[in-house]
């Protein structure tokens, strides 16, 4: 019997699998797909001789994580890739919007657009490199947060503290009216915010921009050497060295409850995997609660609470294999591993706008991966394994463009939508169509199909909106890993701090799993509850958990 089961094989599972094993819990991993990954994957599916992430490819979050730099992970071969610059915004008459590898070179850029633009972008940056330890620390520690707060309030007390809180809450498009007088500046924290489901004028789209932007310019927008998968790769062999092991093609379709605790994971096949400890579940919200663990075992006011959760925007994603690079009319976007096509900020606010109006945009916001830029290993030389994604309503009511797209996403859909997508492409580099040796569509239903946490295609585990994040996330009061069942967490996206990938669900979950059961013993339902209330000797639980309706 394992100490504990862990439902999911993307990174967010394998992090807190790998955490428990490091600890000596016996750990296995149920995975219902044929391999492990989930959005982290790559394969050869759009040309055989090019490689193409499935899904998720730059990794900012990972890089600056302390979560994934503590696992050692370059010990299991994985080694990262850059490109020339980290992000480029091209526009329309030539001119181009870079952010560079350094930062006196991005404030340069930025300069050439408005005086006093470069100084703007350096004070933006001395902030986060003043506070980038501690802001990391809050992101990538379980809610609430107490210590890295305490650490952050000592360095702001000063009065600076208010300050900086107003400028995350801004929305970005009011930000970068503030700080820069030309476009090329706006354009990056826009661009950056739109990573996320948050339209220019969201509040927190400010913060949310900057924090992305600056992550790019100190921590780049790496990849992993050789495809996404190798990531996957690294976190399977580490676990799998330490006794773990991961098991494809078991889709978990029950986590059983005896007298409140969560004791076994059945799957599809009937088979019943016993945890003896823990069980940590890598998926979506709505299906861990909605499916996974029957409702008699949930409070009703959680159950309501669920009710109102809400995903983050569908995508719609297209692979191609080029037989040359990207013929971009600004230059500078050559050297870009993402590359940002939108039509100014206001085109930011159009494709937001329509996206709320349910309409399929017709001009839809492309965020373009040029992977052979960022790692040679992709594609042979003088080519390019590129790829870009838009966002699509989940439930459309209409399309803004020509095509009487209905968000059916039957074949004629699917191919209307990603020849929009190259017709925008085409607008800031003629002759792209050109180049297209081959091309993979992804529209959401084939994303839910390749991951089923990716619900209607929505990548980030639900929405990034202030209502939904922190102790909201996923649900209000809910902002830890542990769950209305005693031992079973929480450890997906749907969890603070949300998407990306960076392992920080994960090995949240991991914690709070093994701050309540050293290895070695197991506690009693009596001496768990007696933890709770902070009575009997037994450390208290973490704050939070008596808002869960118990």
């Not at 809400?310 to 994603?317: E, G, I, L, N, V």
């Not at 059916?408 to 939508?417: F, G, I, L």
Request: hydrophobic share 40%; glycine share 12%; aromatic share 6%.
């Amino acid at each position: 019997m394992p100490d504990a089961v862990v439902i999911g094989a993307g990174p967010n599972g394998l992090v807190g699998a790998n955490l428990l094993a490091d600890a000596g819990w016996s750990v296995e991993v149920l995975e219902a797909q044929p391999e492990p990954g989930g959005a982290v994957r790559s394969d050869r599916g759009v040309h055989p001789d090019f490689i193409s992430d499935v899904c998720s490819s730059f990794y900012p979050l990972a890089a600056a994580s302390p979560v994934i730099s503590g696992l050692g992970l370059q010990r299991e071969g994985l080694r990262w890739g850059h490109a020339p610059h980290v992000l480029a915004h091209p526009l329309a008459d030539g001119r181009c919007a870079v952010l560079r590898r350094r930062a006196e070179d991005t404030a340069a850029g930025l300069e050439t657009f408005a005086p006093g633009d470069g100084a703007a972008w350096r004070d933006l940056y001395d902030v986060w490199e003043r506070l980038r330890p501690d802001i990391l620390d809050l992101l990538f520690t379980p809610f609430p947060p107490v210590i890295p707060s305490m650490r952050l309030a000592a360095r702001l007390r000063t009065g600076g503290g208010l300050r900086l809180a107003r400028t995350l809450l801004l929305p970005v498009r009011r930000l970068g009216e503030e700080e820069f007088g030309g476009e090329a500046g706006r354009l990056l924290l826009a661009g950056n915010a739109l990573h996320a489901d948050l339209a220019p004028e969201a509040a927190g789209s400010g913060g949310f921009g900057w924090l992305m932007s600056m992550l790019g310019q100190s921590h780049g927008f790496p990849v992993p050497v050789g495809g996404a998968g190798m990531l996957t790769e690294a976190l399977v062999r580490r676990l799998e060295r330490r006794g773990g092991a991961v098991r494809c093609g078991r889709r978990a379709v029950e986590i059983v409850v005896r007298e409140g605790r969560a004791v076994a994971v059945r799957t599809a096949d009937g088979e019943s995997v016993p945890a003896r400890r823990a069980v940590l579940a890598d998926v979506s919200v709505p299906s861990l609660y909605g499916e996974l663990v029957d409702e008699r075992h949930l409070p009703s006011r959680f159950l309501r609470d669920l009710r109102r959760f809400q995903w983050d925007f569908a995508t719609f994603k297209v692979d191609w294999a080029l037989n040359g690079a990207v013929p971009w009319t600004a230059e500078a976007a050559a050297g870009a591993g993402t590359v940002h096509l939108a039509d100014g900020v206001d085109g930011f606010t159009r494709f937001a706008a329509q996206l709320a109006m349910g309409q399929v945009p017709d001009r839809p916001f492309l965020l373009f991966g040029q992977m052979t830029t960022a790692d040679a290993t992709r594609s042979p030389a003088g080519t390019e394994s590129a790829w870009a994604y838009t966002h699509v309503p989940h439930r459309t009511k209409g399309d803004a463009g020509d095509d009487g797209l209905t968000g059916r996403w039957d074949p004629r859909e699917r191919e209307a939508m990603a020849d929009r997508m190259e017709e925008q492409v085409e607008r800031y580099a003629p002759g792209f169509r050109a180049r297209i040796i081959a091309r993979r569509i992804l529209a959401p239903p084939t994303l839910e199909a390749a991951d089923a946490n990716l619900a209607g295609g929505a990548i980030n585990g639900g929405t990034t909106a202030l209502h939904q994040q922190l102790f909201f996330r996923p649900m209000p009061g809910t902002g830890r890993p542990e769950t209305p069942v005693e031992g079973l967490y929480l450890a997906s996206a749907g969890a603070h701090p949300g998407g990306g990938v960076h392992g920080a669900p994960g090995a949240n979950a991991a914690r709070a799993a093994l701050r309540l059961l050293s290895p070695g013993r197991l506690l009693s339902r009596t001496q768990r509850v007696l933890a709770r209330r902070g009575r009997g000797g037994e450390p208290t639980e973490p704050a939070g958990r008596e808002t869960r309706g118990r």
